[in-house]
């Protein structure tokens, strides 16, 4: 399988991810701004969801940009990926319609985390498949980014038991930390003979 071909197959399965999340919301049944206030759960959290699923877009992109050949490990860690990115949906309804409980909080905490986790795999396959001194592996390197959003993942799941807004506001912080796209990779391909934007 090309990486091309594997990238299409990945875009199409977060957007379907997407599409999912917000066919989950509910239009309110009055007509008042007071309609609107049970709906407002639910509404952030598919923002939030809907950013963290972008984050994971543009970075799965860059990723797969700095690829230089696909592996069967490859294959099955990205599928490993799109798994835990396919619970964004259930995960989502479920913190946003009952506005924020401890238990789902915590859920949608263990979700990011694992596709944390999971991304950290599929990076691992990708330097074993191209090599040490792959342009992934130089742009990687030790990840204290993606270790300070594990980290904060874990908080937030911890926290959720104690205060629920805990774990919901170290989810944010975490978005935020993403939100301006990692240029790491960028910056290892522009040195790269031939190398470009991705």
């Not at 990926?81 to 619970?87: R, V």
């Not at 263990?110 to 001194?133: E, K, M, W």
Request: glycine share 10%; with cysteine; net charge positive.
């Amino acid at each position: 399988m090309t990486k091309g071909r594997l990238e299409a197959f990945s875009d199409g399965v977060l957007a379907i991810i997407i599409t999912i999340m917000v066919l989950e919301m509910r239009a309110p049944h009055g007509t008042d701004p007071a309609a609107l206030r049970p709906v407002l759960p639910v509404f952030l959290t598919y923002v939030l969801s809907y950013v963290h699923i972008g984050i994971y877009w543009t970075n799965h992109h860059h990723l797969l940009h700095a690829t230089r050949g696909v592996s069967g490990g490859v294959l099955w860690a990205n599928l490993l990926l799109l798994f835990w990115l396919s619970l964004f949906p259930f995960a989502t309804a479920w913190m946003g319609e009952n506005h924020f409980a401890a238990l789902p909080t915590a859920l949608y905490g263990t979700v990011l985390l694992c596709a944390a986790f999971s991304y950290v795999v599929l990076q691992g396959r990708i330097v074993h498949a191209d090599g040490p001194n792959s342009a992934v592996a130089r742009a990687v390197g030790a990840d204290r980014k993606g270790l300070v959003s594990r980290v904060l993942y874990a908080a937030g799941i911890a926290g959720s038991f104690v205060r629920p807004w805990i774990g919901w506001t170290l989810y944010v912080i975490v978005a935020l930390i993403w939100f301006v796209p990692d240029r790491r990779i960028e910056r290892v391909l522009a040195r790269e003979p031939g190398g470009g934007e991705a």
